[in-house]
């Protein structure tokens, strides 16, 4: 019985300590970077890119970027070949 005391309360302890870890982790992370000039960048990956079959150098895409409360108050997408 003091055995399983010991190892129900070790239990408890460990899962205290995992769902505080958990909790840190999921808190809002500043994705985004503001330069000197005060411009931001937000880091983003292009998915699905699909070429425009009416013009040949237009390629189709969707962008998602996390909502988040930034300054930023527009975004310009630049492409790197």
Do not use: W
Request: with cysteine; net charge positive; proline share 5%.
């Amino acid at each position: 019985m003091k055995k399983a005391k010991i190892m129900l309360t070790a239990i408890i302890i460990l899962a205290v300590v995992g769902g505080t870890l958990a909790f840190r982790i999921k808190a809002p992370i500043r994705y985004y970077m503001e330069d000197s000039s005060q411009q931001c960048t937000v880091p983003t990956y292009l998915q699905l890119t699909t070429r425009a079959c009416s013009y040949p150098n237009v390629f189709l895409t969707r962008l998602n970027t996390a909502p988040s409360q930034t300054r930023c108050s527009q975004v310009c997408v630049q492409t790197i070949q």
